[in-house]
């Protein structure tokens, strides 16, 4: 069965054809991630060695709470666009790019007025940072927005060169923000260089952001709007939830310990990202094209990052001493002994990725959201649980066993929408 409006000729592809048209999506996916992953550790670096660790620590803090937005963004209105418009008719997809990049501004300008006056009501060096954070996060948030656009109409190379141009921009704008040599400064450098990657997507798309479109998105997708915001927000404030506690219960340097483990997987979790971009879109095109195959699509793709976490993880544990120490310096020596339950936990999560770019495919929000809640509340609990019986270590094989467990539970999840969806096959993920 064809989208209405969708050209018959692009479900005739042939099977080799596809096959190369999905590598090159994937590809631009992990291009994209990888140049949006070394703006963000190059800026970090630059932020940290020019500030000082306390200035750094309030950037952190407007760093942060950026990334909370990212997610409220992201679930009201660029997920609906990937689900619901990935592969569809061009007409189709304009429209709906334009209401969802306006919703995104419109999130920005609302979350930034709250972070604006809070700041200034705050005050200090904290209250600044987050007033110029009010200030950019229009800016940060249209700029994340078109590169799930691009990904939704297969334009993955677009989301990539915008990625390069906030690059790009970043340079100027962080020498002038250093010759200030405040965290101000850099805040406003950072957002302004993400502002001008946002106009030129503009020009990239050529479709004007519809900011008047905003609640007529909401109103259309709150099906899956409210419970992705709920999904996405859940999943962030887990691992927030997770480094508090283990603080409280270990001690601050245990935090930073499973921070250098995790850093060890630093790459793989770079490939985890890139790959989060495409995998849903190119989920909602098989399940237009050849719904037969939507879970053998969705086992491959989990099944292939698992296995790939599990051989940089088996790779790292023959990284010899001094190499590692070369990297994480005095911390390899702790950070070391987590290697095992680190690489088995994000195996996990690779192998759950792929049953959720297939529920989200799918449009089932209400498993979709279970599935998360159920794989969240399993994260803290085996993380503080673990930290509580036996420390770090024990934290970290906690995180290991809830994050396989929750992969079932996301599998589990999937079957059953797959097994409803055989039974209806005439139900299909809306377009309009």
């Known amino acids: 069965m064809t989208t209405e409006g969708e050209n018959p000729t692009t479900t005739a592809r042939p099977a080799g054809s596809a096959r190369r048209a999905v590598a090159g999506r994937l590809s631009w996916g992990l291009a994209d991630q990888a140049a949006s992953s070394i703006s963000n ?48 008719p061009t007409a189709s997809w304009r429209a709906a790019a334009a209401r969802s990049s306006g919703t995104a501004l419109c999130v920005g300008g609302a979350l930034g007025a709250v972070s604006l006056l809070l700041g200034l009501a705050v005050g200090g060096q904290v209250g600044t940072a987050f007033a110029c954070l009010g200030v950019v996060l229009p800016g940060l948030l249209l700029q994340d927005a078109w590169r799930f656009v691009f990904f939704a109409a297969g334009a993955g190379r677009k989301a990539f060169v915008n990625d390069l141009v906030w690059g790009v921009a970043l340079v100027p704008a962080m020498v002038v923000a250093a010759r200030v040599g405040s965290v101000a400064a850099f805040v406003l450098a950072w957002g302004a260089s993400a502002a001008v990657a946002a106009v030129y997507g503009c020009f990239q798309s050529g479709i004007r952001p519809q900011v008047t479109g905003a609640r007529e998105w909401l109103g259309t997708h709150r099906d899956l709007a409210y419970r992705y915001l709920v999904e996405n927000v859940t999943n962030s404030g887990a691992s927030q939830l997770r480094a508090y506690g283990l603080g409280a219960i270990v001690g601050v340097s245990a935090v930073g310990v499973v921070r250098g483990a995790e850093l060890l997987l630093g790459p793989f979790m770079a490939v985890l990202m890139g790959l ?88 089932a929000a209400p498993r979709s959201l ?29 995180v290991a066993a809830a994050t396989l467990t929750g992969s079932a539970v996301w599998w589990l999840y999937l079957r059953s929408a797959l097994r409803e969806r055989h039974q209806n096959p005439l139900s299909e993920v809306r377009t309009s």
């Open 41 to 88: 550790f190059v800026v970090g670096i630059y932020v940290a060695r020019s500030l000082g660790l306390a200035a750094f620590g309030v950037f952190s803090l407007a760093w942060v709470t950026y990334g909370v937005v990212l997610n409220v963004s992201r679930g009201v209105a660029t997920d609906p666009l990937v689900v619901r418009f990935s592969g569809v």
């Open 276 to 363: 989060s971009l495409v995998t849903v879109a190119e989920a909602a095109r098989v399940l237009r094209r050849a719904p037969h195959r939507l879970g053998g699509f969705c086992l491959l793709l989990g099944g292939g990052q698992a296995v790939a976490a599990l051989l940089w993880g088996g790779a790292l544990l023959l990284l010899p001493d001094r190499a590692g120490e070369l990297v994480l310096g005095g911390v390899w020596s702790s950070a070391s002994e987590l290697i095992v339950p680190v690489t088995l936990g994000v195996a996990g999560a690779g192998l759950g990725t792929g049953a959720a770019a297939g529920l989200r495919a799918l449009g």
């Open 370 to 398: 279970r599935s998360q809640l159920i794989a969240s509340v399993c994260y803290v609990t085996g993380g503080l649980g673990g930290a509580a019986v036996a420390g770090t270590v024990g934290s970290a094989w906690g």
